[in-house]
């Protein structure tokens, strides 16, 4: 709390100043819930396997060692979902902000007569679907099972980041512009390349972060699709390790007692989630103001 909101707390009625202190007693609230696990799961990953299991560790790491990272990045299938990771995130952002592109444009065009009667095609998408079956046997006659397309293809839009995006530029672009493009002699790809993408900026990098996101911690795709662990990502990987227990014991041979064994497997555990979330914890940071400008935005439906 800067000067300026101490002063304005300091001069407001009791009631203001009751308000004020339960919403900072929520918020702290709130921040401890989230913040303290993420802290124990970092100090584990860095203490020591004995120190976890006995229950030693809980903000600061005790006997620090990195035998859980040496583990994490010796294991080739933890690299590998890595790497599938992040070339799933890559590509299919592309993709997304493509295809995005060229639905929101059409829908927001005042002179396409059937938009509205359109957009309400896609609008009754995000409420009822085929379902889970009918959609892998699309998927399946595609020839897309095993297939990093799966990954990519069958999510390859979101209905509501289209609404997000056909709202921006609606209310950010007026018509006077493509009147003014259009005498000078643009055609309309020209015009959505040209002047429309440079002006959504700001929503593309909105909508980058969102299907960023979604696209790094997305699973059940792959756990649908893709059986052949090469082509895996590292959400599968983690899935494995954290709910079905799954460890590869051979990056911890070195390992005699069943009671080391047990403890450096938990530390293994931290590592995997800790290397996974890295970055996103590293860079959401950064652009936090572009998420809450994307809820903004999406909060108008025009």
């Not at 919403?23 to 396997?49: E, H, M, N, Q, R």
């Not at 009822?128 to 099972?145: A, C, D, E, H, N």
């Not at 959505?192 to 002006?199: E, M």
């Not at 909105?206 to 059986?227: E, I, P, Q």
């Amino acid at each position: 709390m800067n000067k300026k909101e101490w002063s304005r707390f300091v001069n407001s009625s009791l009631g203001d100043k009751i308000f004020i202190i339960m919403v900072y007693v929520v918020l702290t609230a709130v921040f401890l819930i989230v913040v303290l696990p993420l802290v124990y799961i970092v100090s584990a990953s860095f203490s020591d396997p004995q120190a976890v299991v006995s229950g030693k560790v809980f903000l600061f790491p005790v006997n620090p060692t990195l035998r859980g990272y040496a583990a994490v990045f010796k294991n080739t299938k933890i690299m590998n979902g890595f790497f599938n990771s992040i070339l799933y995130t890559a590509v299919g952002v592309v993709v997304n902000l493509v295809m995005t592109m060229l639905c929101a444009y059409p829908l927001s065009r005042r002179e396409f007569a059937a938009r509205n009667k359109l957009a309400m095609l896609f609008v009754f998408t995000m409420y009822f679907s085929g379902g889970l079956v009918p959609t892998y046997m699309v998927v399946q006659k595609l020839g897309l099972i095993d297939s990093r397309l799966a990954m990519i293809i069958p999510s390859a839009m979101s209905t509501y980041n289209m609404i997000i995006c056909r709202t921006y530029m609606v209310n950010s672009i007026p018509d006077e512009m493509y009147e003014a493009a259009s005498i000078d002699g643009c055609t309309p790809f020209k015009y959505l390349l040209r002047i429309v993408t440079p002006l959504c900026k700001p929503i593309l990098a909105v909508l980058t972060l969102y299907y960023g996101v979604a696209k790094w911690n997305s699973y059940f795709d792959a756990m649908l699709y893709l059986k052949d662990q090469k082509l895996q990502p590292l959400t599968i990987i983690m899935r494995e390790i954290l709910i079905q227990n799954q460890i590869d014991y051979t990056m911890i041979s070195d390992v005699s007692s069943v009671a080391a064994q047990r403890g450096l497997t938990d530390l293994l555990k931290y590592s995997t989630i800790v290397v996974a979330s890295l970055p996103v914890l590293l860079i959401y940071p950064f652009v936090q103001k572009h998420f809450v400008k994307g809820v903004m935005i999406g909060a108008v439906k025009g």
